[in-house]
Structure formats: C-alpha cells, structure tokens
C-alpha cells in the first residue's frame, strides 16, 4: 500500500504508506472557504504515513472545534492539501481527496458540521450528517 499524490502544478509530492482510516466531507466554515463554497473532502491517514516532498506553506489557526490545526498547501499553485491537529495531538491527518492520484480510493462516508453548510449543500441522500465536528474514527 502505497498512495501517491500532489498538487496542481507537481510542485508538491507526497506518499502515503498506509491504508485510510476513512473519508468525510467538511462543511465547516474554514473549510467552506478553502474550498471557495463547498465542503472539503478528506480522506484520514494515520499522520506518521505520510511523507511530503516540494515547498509547502503551512497556516495554523484555532478551528470551530477549538483545536489547533495546522493546513498544508503549495506555495507555486496554492492547493490545499492535508489538515491535521495540532492540539490535541494523536488524530488522523486530513488529506484532501482531490490531490490523491487515485481519488476513488476511499469516498466520504459522512458528512460533518452539516449545522454550517448552506441550504443549497449537496449532501447525499442517506449519508449520516453530523451538525458539528465528527465522531472518533
């Protein structure tokens, strides 16, 4: 198990060795505006899988949940690619799904801090929708 992936402009490579632990879609503010209005979509890997190559900015601010959470993009392109926790430590990195060379590899399964997403959000019909942050994977 090896999961390839990278930004935009190949500025920024990285190599997940390690399988998900699972995927959701984010309609938290933050999230929102990374994504320029719709959730994010994150697949889960345990943090120390995964090993990042090219110039990557870093931002760390408090999130609606009140972590601290540090997000990772290119500095070229500006593609988001992963989250993770800061504080509390021990959660799973969140990596952007569309960076993933093979995005089907493991769709959402959830949707969370649905109580933020507009009205118009595509949610899909059936998944469970959490109105603030997620359940532990």
Request: hydrophobic residues 35%; contains cysteine.
């Amino acid at each position: 198990m090896n999961h390839p992936g990278g930004c935009l402009c190949g500025a920024v490579r990285f190599t997940i060795a390690a399988d998900p632990l699972g995927a959701r879609m984010c309609w938290c503010r933050d999230c929102q505006r990374i994504a320029s209005g719709s959730a994010t979509v994150n697949v889960l890997f345990p943090e120390e899988a995964v090993s990042i190559t090219g110039d990557l900015g870093l931002f760390t601010m408090i999130a609606d949940s009140g972590n601290t959470v540090e997000r990772g993009f290119c500095k070229v392109c500006g593609s988001q690619i992963y989250s993770r926790t800061v504080t509390p430590t021990g959660l799973p990195m969140r990596v952007r799904a569309g960076t993933l060379d093979n995005p089907e590899l493991c769709p959402p399964t959830a949707a969370i801090w649905t109580e933020s997403a507009p009205s118009w959000a595509p949610i899909p019909e059936g998944m469970p929708k959490h109105p603030k942050g997620p359940p532990p994977v």
